[in-house]
């Protein structure tokens, strides 16, 4: 995250708005395609790997058919794209960064994360996304020096995620034997696929589908770029929920059939630590939203405040959406309805960006995705009423919600104080004034989060 927050200004400032709305196009498409290569198998991968994991036998047979799936799937989509290149005009415009996030397309398929997730190998996975994302950084400065230099940018985006991914599968080879003899029984995966395809397709609809079609509808890039800032500025934030998420998953999915008491108890807390995350990066950026603009990218994109404000929102709904569908939906076999709450957004997400669009640009986008994840956000509540009711007090909601409202009124107070030029200080002192007065705040009301947080840190910390 630290380091997507500091090149994400060096990029937009050095590169020119429809270059960086170039690649990001490119990046969005390569995106949308991945997961319809995968088939919902990130997802289910984690679920039916961590389950078997006790048993080699059992969970080499479940990769080696999983992978099986991956293959099928993947060389008939990128054959399709392949196609589409060279017969849609405004792909054949850009063939050379399509042809880059092409071959990252198809790495991302092989990357078997979902392996080194279900195994709990978050030690692997830090270090070798720190050194990839640190290699990128260092390329970035080195070799993206003008507006111009897009196709180099979109090289280092395309060509360092496969690094990652081919380091994952060496480290696949030497902890699962994939050449050990026995039946592929591919059937019994199709059922369960088919709704987390469903689902992970449709979500890629409204989370990467809406910048291809603005940049389809556009005239140029120029909007995907203002689009893509404040998707940026949301991918920050989803990132930090989704390596929680990420970490709950597997045990989940094991405390669901091996003893309820213990899973409910894990999803009060992981549900306490996401919500707060969640309403404090949402009520941070609409608040922040200009001086973050301008501070991150500089006043070219000062047109693109509107839907980062926007985005902020979504943030909120769609991050919220992504515990439900991991922490409660995944691991107790519900992602028939799963993939019906996520359904529900494609028409709604497709309508929306086909009326807003050319008329509202990037504002108009994030309109769309804002009423599409509030929609979802609906269904997926609704659908995990169940487990909620019986993990989560309304007294606790109330408690962490006088916290979040105290300290954007203290944010809201800082920015009115301070002059409106005073873009990084803004940014910097708000986030500290936000975190500190939330902090009081939930220690005075005894907030759960707060509290844990809090002992964490006593526990952590050298004895005298």
Known sequence: MLIGVITMPYITRTLSVEGYGSVTFAQSISQWLSAICLVGIPTYGVRECARVRDDPRKLTAVVRELLVIISVCTFATLACFTFAIMLVPRLHQLAALMCMFLVSTLLLSFGVEWFFQAMEEYEYITIRSVAFKALSFIAMLWLVRADGDYLVYGAIMAFVTCGNNVLNLIRLTGMVDLREPGPLRIRRHIRPLVSFAAQSIA??????????????????????????????????????????????????????????????????????????????????????????????????????????????????????????????????????????????????????????????????????????????????????????????????????????????????????????????????????????????????????????????????????
């Open 203 to 464: 979500t890629s609809i409204y989370l990467f589908f809406d910048s291809i079609l603005l940049g389809m509808l556009s005239s140029d890039n120029v909007q995907v770029g203002f689009y893509q800032l404040a998707s940026k500025l949301k991918g920050v934030c989803w990132s930090v929920i989704n390596a929680i998420v990420g970490v709950l998953v597997p045990r989940l999915s094991y405390y669901a059939k091996h003893s309820i008491g213990q899973y409910r108890g894990l999803v009060q807390s992981g549900f306490g630590i996401v919500c707060n995350l969640c309403l404090g990066l949402c009520l941070y950026l609409i608040v922040e939203a200009r001086s973050l603009t301008i501070w991150v990218s500089t006043g070219k994109y000062l047109d693109a405040v509107m839907a980062v404000r926007l985005i902020g929102l979504v943030s909120l709904f769609s991050c919220m959406s992504t515990f439900f569908a991991s922490c409660i939906l995944t691991p107790l076999d519900r992602e028939g309805r799963l993939a019906i709450a996520n359904m529900a957004g494609v028409p709604i997400s497709l309508i929306g960006n086909l009326l807003l669009d050319a008329r509202l640009g990037a504002t108009g986008a994030a309109l769309s995705m804002l009423v599409a994840e509030i929609i979802i956000f609906a269904m997926q509540v609704r659908y995990s009423w169940d487990v909620l009711c019986k993990s989560i007090s309304i007294r606790r909601l109330i408690r962490m919600l006088g916290c979040h409202v105290c300290a954007v009124t203290s944010l809201v107070l800082v920015c009115v104080s301070m002059l409106a030029e005073q873009y990084a200080a803004q940014v910097v002192i708000g986030m500290v004034v936000y975190g500190t007065v939330w902090l009081i705040c939930g220690l005075l009301l005894h907030e759960e989060t707060v509290t844990w947080l809090c002992g964490l840190i006593r526990d952590k910390s050298p004895k005298k």
